[in-house]
C-alpha cells in the first residue's frame, strides 16, 4: 500500500525558505501514470494547491504561488520536495504531499495523501 | 482564473440524503473530484471522475456532474460522514487545480 510521509522543519523565519521532503513508500516514485503534488492549508481554511511533479522533473505549478515556488525529485530516494522562499507569516499552514492522477484529458485527482506537517512562520 | 463554489455549511439527519454542490461555469464540462477531510485529518478521496467511488469508499457515496454544478450524494447519512468535503477541478486554461472553498456537513 503506497504511503507518503511528509518531513522538514516545522518553524520557519519570515522571509526565509521554508523546506519540505516527501518520502513515498510501498510504490515507485518513477511510475509513468502519476504526478506527486504538494498542497497546503492554512488553520481553519480550506485546500490550495501548490504543484506538482513527474518523475522525470516536468512540473506544473498553482500560477499564484509560481514565482515563489519550486518542486524537485530524487528518483534514486523515491523523495520530492518542495521550496518556498520569502515565506510571510500568512504561509502558515498545514502542507500535503499527495500521489496525483493526471491525464491529459484533464482527468485528475489526489490519491492517497501524507499525514500533513504544520510550518508555522513566525520569528 | 477559474474558481468553484461550495455553499459553507449544510446539515442532515441521519439517514437521510445530503446533497453538497459544486458550482462553476460550464463545471460539467471539467471532471470533478471530491474529498472528505474530518478534523485533525488528511483529506480522503470519495469520488473522482465526477462519480467513480475508489476502493473502499462506501456505496451510499455517489457524485454527479452537468451543466454548472456537480454533486455529491451522500444516502443514508450516517454520523461519522460528518466532516468537511471539498471539490477539485482542473482549469486547463490555466494548467492549474482549483479547489472548492469547502462545505462542512453536519449530522443531526
Known amino acids: 500500500q503506497l504511503q507518503l510521509q511528509e518531513s522538514g522543519p516545522g518553524l520557519v523565519k519570515p522571509s526565509e525558505t521554508l523546506s519540505l521532503t516527501c518520502t513515498v513508500s510501498?510504490?515507485?516514485?518513477?511510475?509513468?501514470?502519476?504526478?506527486w503534488s504538494w498542497i497546503r492549508q492554512p488553520p481553519g481554511k480550506g485546500l490550495e494547491w501548490i504543484g506538482s511533479?513527474?518523475?522525470?522533473?516536468?512540473?506544473y505549478y498553482n500560477p499564484s504561488l509560481k514565482s515563489r515556488v519550486a518542486i524537485s525529485v530524487d528518483t534514486s530516494k523515491n523523495q520530492f520536495s518542495l521550496k518556498m522562499t520569502s515565506v510571510p507569516a500568512a504561509d502558515t499552514a498545514v502542507f500535503y504531499c499527495?500521489?496525483?492522477?493526471?491525464?491529459?484529458?484533464?482527468?485528475?485527482?489526489?490519491?492517497?495523501w501524507g499525514q500533513g506537517t504544520l510550518v508555522t512562520v513566525s520569528s | 482564473s477559474y474558481e468553484v463554489t461550495q455553499t459553507p455549511s449544510e446539515s442532515v439527519s441521519p439517514g437521510q440524503t445530503a446533497s453538497i454542490t459544486c458550482s462553476g461555469d460550464r463545471l460539467g464540462d471539467k471532471y470533478v473530484g471530491w474529498y472528505q477531510q474530518k478534523p485533525g485529518r488528511s483529506p480522503v478521496l470519495v469520488i473522482y471522475q465526477d462519480s467513480k467511488r475508489p476502493s473502499g469508499i462506501p456505496e451510499r457515496f455517489s457524485g454527479s456532474n452537468s451543466g454548472n454544478t456537480a454533486t455529491l450524494t451522500i444516502s443514508g447519512t450516517q454520523a461519522m460522514d460528518e466532516a468537511d468535503y471539498y471539490c477539485q477541478a482542473w482549469d486547463s486554461s490555466t494548467a492549474c487545480v482549483v479547489f472548492g472553498g469547502g462545505t462542512k456537513l453536519t449530522v443531526l
Open positions: 499527495a500521489r496525483h492522477h493526471k491525464s491529459t484529458s484533464g482527468n485528475n485527482w489526489f490519491d492517497p
Open positions: 510501498g510504490g515507485s516514485i518513477s511510475s509513468s501514470d502519476y504526478y
Open positions: 511533479i513527474y518523475y522525470s522533473g516536468s512540473t
